[in-house]
């Protein structure tokens, strides 16, 4: 994620949740903290890392947030990090999917067949990327990255090509809301 985006005024819409509600000095120190501690890290494109408080205070000043025009720094888990999350959050990789569209085909991932063909069912009905007929691929993966720092011992993928249909706000609109596949704490 973008380094900006966690001083962004529109956060919570960027973010879809609450703000985390600091202030300027505070959110350095925390990141900074975070980065110190090992479960973060804070770099750009070039690789260049920020750890320290100052470190990080520049690498917010040289970081942008407007829509599809990011730059500077952004921040990510490191897999100690992950493993501090999981140990919160409590996730069920067996519900996790990982869902990607491209120009001209769509990739569903998940940790088991069956997960992925229930993805497939639903997305395939969606009125506006329709799946093009012999363009159906299914593949083992082992192992398989589920996030950039979780690897998981075996996933599977199904990934197809599509055209574009008609509108689909109704058929959005009526999907139904999956059960969440890790638990949000109340902080």
């Given at each position: ?62 970081s942008?947030?407007?829509p ?60 506006a ?6 363009s ?52």
């Amino acid at each position: 994620m973008n380094l900006a985006v966690l001083r962004s005024p529109r956060i919570e819409e960027i973010l879809n949740r609450r703000t985390h509600g600091l202030g300027d000095n505070e959110l350095v120190e925390f990141l900074a903290s975070l980065c110190q501690a090992g479960l973060i890290e804070v770099k750009n494109k070039e690789g260049v890392r920020a750890c320290t408080l100052h470190e990080v205070e520049r690498a917010f000043a040289q970081s942008g947030c407007v829509p599809r025009h990011y730059s500077g720094f952004w921040y990510s888990l490191t897999p100690v990090g992950g493993a501090a999350w999981e140990s919160v959050t409590r996730p069920e990789w067996s519900r996790y999917t990982d869902y990607s569209m491209g120009l001209s085909d769509i990739r569903i991932e998940a940790a088991s067949r069956e997960r992925a063909h229930e993805e497939y069912a639903q997305a395939s009905t969606d009125p506006a990327h329709v799946p093009v007929p012999g363009s159906y691929e299914e593949s083992l993966l082992q192992p398989w990255a589920a996030t950039y720092w979780k690897t998981l011992p075996t996933g599977f993928r199904i990934q197809y090509a599509w055209v574009e249909g008609t509108s689909n706000v109704a058929w959005q609109l009526s999907q139904p809301h999956p059960r969440p596949w890790y638990t949000t704490p109340e902080l």
